[in-house]
């Protein structure tokens, strides 16, 4: 279920162990499922403490001590600000995984993460759930993910508005064709997308797991 982005059948502490360990520890109740259309708001979290001025500085500076940028749930970001962000990225090498949950993240945003994708090459995860970006948006974000190679992660989840079975069909695509990708988060609602994202997220595994050749 890790694997596969089906997270809303499970706790938050049971996907963890699962990316992070290969075990999944059913120590927690299983979270209640909720329909896959229908845009879901973020639960109550404790304010982001992240000074957004302050990360893009360090991104433009490329500072190695700066691994991860979780501007999750900070609702006022500007649109250029996530853009700057975005473009600072572009040729920074040392962060790891961004995060934008919830930050109402529009096309302008998924545009300027397209761009980014297609010219890093250090990011390794990256989440956009719970925002505003409409098919056209991910169908850019889902043509840019095969130039950047280290990424092995990207959750999409959640938008406002469904993204449409041309998206579906386009993500189960990215997913064959980018074998370093190793788990997609996002809740299909066709059954042909969903089977082929499936085995081309097992193959994935399967192929990270396999040892290389001299």
């Keep these: 279920a890790a694997i596969l982005g089906m997270y809303t059948l499970m706790s938050n502490k049971q996907y963890y162990d699962a990316i992070c360990s290969g075990n999944i520890c059913n120590t927690e109740g299983i979270n209640s499922v909720v329909q896959p259309d229908r845009y879901r708001p973020v639960p109550d979290e404790p304010p982001n403490p992240t000074d957004v001025a302050e990360t893009l500085q360090r991104l433009q500076d490329n500072d190695p001590a700066l691994l991860n940028v979780n501007l999750n749930n900070i609702k006022d970001i500007p649109v250029p600000t996530l853009e700057a962000i975005c473009e600072a990225i572009k040729t920074n090498t040392h962060v790891r995984s961004l995060s934008l949950v919830a930050t109402r993240s529009n096309d302008l945003v998924a545009n300027a993460v397209a761009a980014m994708l297609e010219q890093n090459q250090s990011l390794q995860s990256l989440n956009l759930e719970s925002n505003f970006i409409t098919s056209v948006g991910m169908l850019r974000v889902l043509a ?37 990708v190793l788990r997609f988060g996002y809740t299909f609602t066709l059954q042909g997308p969903r089977a082929r994202a499936a085995a081309a997220l097992t193959r994935n595994n399967e192929l990270r797991e396999c040892p290389q050749g001299p």
Excluded: I, Y
């Design 144 to 180: 840019a993910v095969g130039h950047c190679r280290t990424l092995s992660e990207l959750r999409v989840d959640n938008q406002s508005q469904r993204l449409g079975d041309s998206v579906e069909m386009a993500m189960a695509a990215m997913l064959e064709q980018c074998p370093a």
